[in-house]
């Protein structure tokens, strides 16, 4: 991992947004500029409220219904992680997800301690202050049921998670139990589903937005019928697209709302 902080002495920066319509060779880019190349790496950045003035650009994805961009934000322009491209960028600091190609790359996985691990990393390489000692104490005063309610994650698709999915963590880490006790990602076939008896439904991506052939939660009879005769937890998908520091706002939403059942 390369080390930055040659590149990030203290200093004044003014970031200049270019207004919208202007060509990549318009745009002028600080030296210690940090830009995102994907939506998890957003997610990250504009968790650590001190770099918000050095944001050069976003992802490509800043203002899609899965991107959770203040609005004050989303005039900055857009990056991704093409080769040449990324060459409108060159001068600043690049932040991609696991497997990119920026000057940061994030650590891949299905966890809070993957948030933990990636904010330390930013932490250090952009030298800023580490925010998961924030996070951490907002995730340990999540208020918990008395009881444990039995949960049932399905996406629009019908698929679920198990052990080892950042669902999973949400759904511990918020005092519920996975009904799903075969780990990873996986579409159990629609009689499955059916067959399984959980105290809650817990939804997400959900919208019209995420639309697809394979919509077997809506199109299907007996499953949209089941969804509707359990209670039903909605998260927003822009909560969770990556094991991201959304994950502690989904697992507050996710008691929240058990408290109301």
Known sequence: MLRLFDKLNAFALTI?????????SEIQVPDNAIVSTTLCAD???????EIETRLAALS?????????TPLHLQSLPQADDDAERRLTWEKSVQVSSAGGRGDIDLFWGEDFETVWENFALLSSELNVRDPSGDFKNRLTSVEKPSSSPRILYMDRSGATAGPGTFVNAV????????????PGWQSPDTETLLGLQPDVILTSFMDSEYAGVNDRTLRHAALT???LSLPRIDIPGSLWPCAGPGLVDATEQ???????L
Not at 16 to 24: D, E, H, K, Q
Not at 171 to 182: L, M, Q, V, Y
């Open 16 to 24: 200049f947004i270019p207004l919208a319509g202007c060509s990549a």
């Open 43 to 49: 997610g990250y950045l504009q968790a650590i409220p």
């Open 60 to 68: 490509w994805q800043s203002r899609s219904a899965l991107s959770r």
């Open 171 to 182: 759904i511990e880490a918020a005092g519920g139990t996975n009904i799903i006790s075969h």
């Open 225 to 227: 019928s089941k969804i």
């Open 254 to 260: 996710l008691s929240q709302e058990m408290a109301k």
